[in-house]
T-cell receptor, first 116, second 113 residues
């Protein structure tokens, strides 16, 4: 099946700093990737849809200036949490449609962000 | 927009019993319904999916049924095993386009030996 990687797997940062998370499709090209946030014992909440070569589409309530998304190539999307605060601490997961099987979304392993 | 409700939030069964998780969706245009299994601290793993042109799909001990008229779909796990213990999420999307998945709240399944 399609493989999606994410880096880093875990990051701890100080309040006010920015953190970049990378999402890569390893064996297929993904024109569309998705970014989710998951708080403990909660569901996956879609933050934004990332499209290669164009601006991301953000869900209602997600601050586009705080969560910067760049999808510069068909295999890489990045999420930058700017001026992170403790309330941004969460599990961030990306996903991508699995190449030719456009309906199926494959998820990355997630990034655990802790803001001190 | 689409809204997906999932029940129950927790489910406890004895090994060998069946488990059923139910979801309802609001957008009649939704036509793709995947189910994901997530173990603690790990990524969601697709376990089965169904499209709106099919009423039922089965894969070994796992089956999904879809009632388009009532806008609900269910996951059935038979002969449960302790390794089935995890959080299960249903989701709905409109196939094609950006295929945005909207997830249910999740069901924490515990299978006791």
């Amino acid at each position: 099946g399609a493989v999606v990687s994410q880096h880093p797997s875990r990051v701890i940062c100080k309040s006010g700093t920015s953190v970049k998370i990378e999402c890569r499709s390893l064996d297929f090209q993904a024109t569309t990737m998705f970014w989710y946030r998951q708080f403990p014992k909660q569901s996956l909440m879609l933050m934004a849809t990332s499209n290669e070569g164009s601006k991301a589409t953000y869900e209602q309530g997600v601050e586009k200036d705080k969560f910067l998304i760049n999808h510069a190539s068909l295999t890489l999307s990045t999420l930058t949490v700017t001026s992170a605060h403790p309330e941004d601490s969460s599990f961030y997961i990306c996903s991508a449609n699995g190449g030719q099987i456009t309906d199926t979304q494959y998820f990355g392993p997630g990034t655990r962000l802790t803001v001190l | 927009g689409e809204n997906v409700e999932q029940h129950p939030s927790t489910l406890s069964v004895q090994e060998g019993d069946s488990a059923v998780i139910k979801c309802t969706y609001s957008d009649s245009a939704s036509n793709y319904f995947p189910w994901y299994k997530q173990e603690l601290g790990k990524r969601p793993q697709l376990i089965i999916d169904i499209r709106s042109n099919v009423g039922e799909k089965k894969d070994q001990r796992i089956a999904v049924t879809l009632n388009k008229t009532a806008k609900h779909f269910s996951l059935h796990i038979t002969e449960t095993q302790p390794e089935d213990s995890a959080v299960y999420f249903c989701a709905a999307s409109i196939s094609g386009g950006y295929n945005k998945l909207i997830f249910g709240a999740g069901t924490r399944l515990a299978v006791h030996p």
